[in-house]
């Protein structure tokens, strides 16, 4: 079988890499065809794992080993399961939206712009299927490099206060994260991440070790109260940036609780559940309610996306069939419908220079076909039902239900402040009559800008009409997991 992980992974490094040897901003024509073709190849050699994938077992697939630093059992070690390899498209899909988003926006350093969101994309790849600790480590630190780049170069003018405020919170975080994969080499021998699913540890020790992985995938998720750098970060990033912050690289933190967190640290995660979604609820709420006073688009959809990954650790901490598949339904969503958002914002500020909802107004009147597109992905946030944002809504809020009433009455608050923070946007923004004469002189979507939409529309329709293809391939892998969590290592 063809090395097709290996491929997700550097397809995209390699042409991050040709797009920088060739690129020169007197002719950036040929970088840009570099970047998309290098996207979409990308994008092609990931399908194989979906349509190849095994949805009858937990075993990873796709497996890749070889040696890399034989002293210390450090392997190049890369496979998929039910609960990773969905992670994989979806990166692979957005890097093709982000660089065909940036194809007339981006005007200087094409080139770098363009190898820094291929370079990213097969880091974060990595990062999916890296079943190596240091392996892992590696990728989840290297993908830090690009964003910060992404965010100091092409961003707003307070770009290098938001890059490095990103950058020291995200390393801060996560070093505490090495030493616990040192720990457990140390008691293991082994830096495989499945050998450590089976090391006994007393429950103070998994309690310090939970701390130290918390802290780093915590920050990523981003969880309150370590969430402040993420609307920072929104609001200076590109558009391109805010796409991947938001759609990607919020998941890699989400995704480290069930690959390391949940199945190595059983007995801590259940102890200190409580805790966990106790967090998760005032993410859910109160930055909802942050949310609704935000004056500027970016800060609203980056606390809406604070307050919709509250929901899904809060759905991994019911330690239920339905909550653990229902988070990662709202991962998967979330990716396309945050993705979404941002190009929307991203189409008007190309046009008028502002991110404020109070420069706009009757927008509908000069861009009707981007208000019908952007009303799909309001309601979608909202988690209208048939679009992607109701199935990890619903199967969460479901779940808490069936712990707890009063757990799922305060989960679903979310359906309601959803609701009225992205309706209330929506209705400054796109109704009433046309104020402001830079509104009344915005064109509609153009023809590059139609299709990128309507490609993420379609994503939203797909999984909201018909999730079964989505759950299906994870419920096995779910299944093994929370299985595995039931067994005290004590």
């Not at 109160?286 to 899904?312: N, P, R, T």
């Not at 969460?396 to 959803?418: P, Q, Y």
Request: proline content about 4%; some cysteine.
């Amino acid at each position: 079988m063809a090395p097709y992980l290996s491929l997700a992974v550097w397809v995209p490094i390699v042409a991050g890499l040709v797009a920088l040897a060739i690129g020169r901003d007197r002719e950036p024509a040929p970088v840009r065809w570099v970047a998309l073709v290098g996207a979409v190849a990308g994008f092609l050699v990931t399908i194989p794992l979906y349509t190849h994938f095994d949805a009858t077992t937990s075993a990873m697939q796709f497996v890749e080993l070889a040696e890399w630093i034989p002293r210390f059992g450090i392997h190049y070690h890369l496979g998929v399961d039910g609960i990773s390899v969905l992670f994989i498209l979806l990166n692979s899909f957005i890097t093709v939206l982000v660089v065909w988003a940036g194809w007339e926006v981006i005007t200087t350093r094409v080139a770098q712009y363009m190898g820094a969101f291929l370079i990213q994309s097969g880091l974060i790849n990595g990062v999916f299927c890296a079943l190596d600790g240091i392996l892992f480590y590696f990728f989840f630190e290297a993908m830090l490099i690009p964003m910060y780049l992404i965010i100091g170069v092409w961003g707003g003018p307070n770009r290098m206060y938001a890059a490095i405020k990103f950058f020291l919170y995200t390393l801060v975080g996560s070093l505490l994260t090495l030493v616990a994969l040192i720990y457990l080499y140390s008691v293991s021998d082994s830096f495989e991440i499945l050998d450590w699913y089976q090391v006994p540890l007393a429950l103070k020790t998994q309690v310090l070790l939970f701390v130290a992985f918390f802290l780093a995938f915590a920050v990523k998720v981003p969880m309150w109260p370590v969430h402040t750098w993420l609307p920072d970060a929104h609001v200076e990033a590109p558009t391109g940036g805010s796409v991947v912050l938001a759609a990607i690289t919020l998941k890699v933190g989400a995704y480290g609780f069930v690959r390391f967190v949940l199945p190595i640290l059983p007995d801590a995660s259940r102890y200190l559940a409580g805790f966990v979604i106790t967090l998760s609820l005032i993410a859910v709420i109160y930055i909802g309610f942050v949310a609704l006073v935000q004056d500027d688009m970016k800060k609203l959809i980056a606390y809406s996306s604070i307050s919709h990954m509250g929901f899904v650790t809060l759905g991994f901490f019911l330690f239920s069939q339905l909550g653990v598949e229902g988070g990662l339904a709202q991962m998967i969503s979330h990716g396309f419908v945050s993705a979404a958002l941002f190009l929307c914002v991203g189409v008007m500020y190309d046009r008028l220079h502002s991110r404020l909802i109070s420069d706009y107004g009757g927008v509908v009147n000069t861009m009707p076909k981007f208000a019908a597109f952007m009303m799909l992905f309001a309601m979608a946030n909202s988690g209208l039902p048939a679009t992607s944002g109701f199935v990890g809504e619903f199967l969460v809020v479901l779940a808490s239900i069936k712990v707890n009433f009063w757990l799922g009455f305060l989960a679903a608050t979310i359906m309601i402040l959803g609701a009225a923070y992205t309706l209330w946007m929506y209705k400054r923004v796109i109704f009433g009559a046309v104020a402001n004469s830079g509104v009344a002189s915005m064109p509609d979507l153009n023809r590059r800008e139609f299709w990128l939409l309507a490609l993420v529309a379609l994503a939203i329709l797909a999984m909201g009409v018909w999730p079964k293809p989505f759950i299906d391939v994870m419920h096995v892998s779910v299944a093994d997991l929370l299985a595995h969590v039931a067994k005290t290592k004590l």
